[in-house]
């Protein structure tokens, strides 16, 4: 009830290519799935969120798609570029209490 | 990080020792996480606070024990480290229920030979 399904488990994405990371919940009652964005030595950063009543949240290259009723959310990284490698978490909380983290998906963006 | 520190950044040590990991907060907020990461695990919860002297567990508590006596100081103990507690631990904040943003410290990598 609490999982959050992550993958791929890792991603290799030419650059300029689009990188997709798709995610599935179990518990409807989840009310803000965040994407974490971890590069090696750091602690996980937020990178961008979405609440269920929104099919679609865009900032710059990064673009979340929500399907409530499939119960999936998915990240697509646009313009993939070298910096973006980097390891990213999908999460999902209710109440920003406690936070379920997805397994984690590894990306590669080749130069 | 967010004003987020963490103490040691790595350690080493032999099973059946205590250990103690600090996490330091300049921003004081309510909420403060302490997650532990492994590969194909993503970040696992192991125990929260949501407030002075107010704690609760997570999903992966056992042989884990915290304490917040201050707003600014989350420290989370191993009683008696085995090898399975070898991790990368983080440190994490938020400002409150209902706040839905969490940000994370650098990390603790815990060797347990």
């Known amino acids: 009830q609490q999982q959050v399904k992550q993958s791929p488990q890792s991603l290799i994405v030419q650059k300029g290519g689009i990188s997709i990371i798709n995610c599935a919940y179990e518990?409807?009652?989840?009310?803000?799935f965040p994407w974490y964005q971890q590069f090696p030595g750091k602690g996980p950063a937020l990178l961008i969120a979405i609440r269920p009543d929104v099919s679609e949240k865009k900032e710059g290259r990064f673009t979340i798609s929500f399907n409530k009723s499939a119960k999936q959310f998915s990240l697509h990284i646009m313009d993939s570029q070298p910096g973006d490698s980097a390891t990213y978490f999908c999460?999902?909380?209710?109440?920003?209490?406690?936070?379920?983290f997805g397994p984690g998906t590894r990306l590669s963006v080749l130069p | 990080d967010a004003g987020i520190t963490q103490s040691p950044r790595h350690k080493v040590t032999e099973t059946g020792t205590p250990v103690t990991l600090r996490c330091h907060q300049t921003?004081?907020?309510?909420?403060m996480y302490w997650y532990r990461q492994d590969p194909g695990h993503g970040l696992r919860l192991i125990h929260y606070s949501y407030g002075v002297k107010d704690t609760d567990k997570g999903e992966v508590s056992d042989g884990y024990s915290v304490s917040r006596s201050k707003t600014e100081d989350f420290l989370l103990t191993l009683e008696s480290a085995t090898s399975s507690q070898t991790s990368v631990y983080f440190c994490?904040?938020?400002?409150?229920?209902?706040?839905?943003?969490?940000?994370f410290g650098p990390g603790t990598r815990l060797t347990v030979t």
């Open positions: 994490a904040l938020s400002e409150g229920q209902g706040a839905r943003e969490q940000y």
């Open positions: 921003e004081n907020h309510r909420y």
């Open positions: 999460a999902a909380t209710l109440y920003g209490q406690n936070f379920v």
């Open positions: 518990n409807t009652a989840f009310d803000y």
